[in-house]
């Protein structure tokens, strides 16, 4: 893998963590444009995802601030409500992660026709969530953070964008838009902090057979590649989501959705 590839996939990661357009169905198809798999995909899609994970912290810090005062003052406020929700959110994709990890990793290999067969569910939804006019909830309950939670253990498959589903979801359950997205990017931090250090084990373990071909200054400029484009659209997003335009999304998602079928088709 070249710098400029790294630089690219890592653009690519960093911009559709966040943008509801799928970030592990663009990096296949990315990965796939640039024959990169196998050891040396697993290695980068590890670092990159960290780096989109410290992008969240980033922008969101006052938000995790003010979770991490409140957690501190050992009772049942605002806080811990919010924490207990993030918690019960992680609960469908933890069953996934611990019961299903080999299957949804047997579909990742799969090829491209289900990931663009994914965006077309991703465009969907998108469009109904923006048409659809529920009534608006003040808080998002521990049903709705568990339902949410659902969607977010559907987006395992590849194509199908996390935050696209999860947003969508919310909005369709008549939560605020306000809250919706910060939420939705603070309940992926666990999840994706736990499968980098199972896939990192995966790798230590792996490591006497065959390594990484990855280069270090090839991880180095993927990492800060998606750490600066995740902080971008961490923060474009949450005003995206505000305004309600998904829809342009839903537009695109269908786009690129239907060129990869064509794509693995022929």
């Known amino acids: 893998m070249s710098w400029l590839e790294a630089f690219i996939l890592g653009m690519i990661q960093g911009l559709t963590e966040y943008l509801p357009v799928s970030s592990s169905g663009h990096l296949a198809i990315g990965s796939a444009l640039f024959g990169i798999q196998g050891e040396d995909n697993l290695t980068f899609t590890i670092v990159v995802h960290v780096a989109t994970v410290l992008s969240t912290l980033v922008i969101l810090w006052k938000e995790i601030d003010w979770i991490f ?10 806080e811990m409500k919010y924490v207990i929700n993030i918690l019960i959110s992680m609960i469908p994709i933890g069953i996934v992660g611990v019961f299903f990890k080999d299957k949804v990793e047997e579909i990742f290999g799969s090829g491209l026709f289900i990931v663009g067969l994914m965006l077309l569910v991703t465009a969907s939804l998108l469009a109904f969530s923006y048409f659809a006019k529920p009534r608006t909830k003040e808080h998002i309950s521990m049903k709705d953070a568990f339902i949410i939670g659902l969607a977010q253990a559907c987006a395992v498959m590849p194509g199908l964008s996390r935050s696209g589903s999860t947003i969508a979801t919310g909005l369709l359950l008549g ?52 750490f600066v484009f995740g902080c971008l659209a961490c923060k474009w997003m949450i005003d995206i989501v505000k305004k309600g335009k998904l829809i342009y999304f839903a537009i695109y998602c269908a786009i690129v959705g239907l060129a990869t079928l064509l794509f693995s088709l022929f």
């Open 69 to 78: 005062r409140g957690l501190f003052k050992f009772k049942m406020n605002d």
């Open 175 to 226: 939560d605020k838009k306000e809250k919706l997205a910060q939420f939705s990017f603070l309940m992926v931090i666990p999840p994706i902090l736990g499968e980098a250090l199972l896939d990192g084990m995966k790798i230590v373990e792996g490591a006497a057979e065959a390594g990484s071909d990855v280069s270090l200054m090839a991880l180095i400029v993927g990492f800060l590649s998606a």
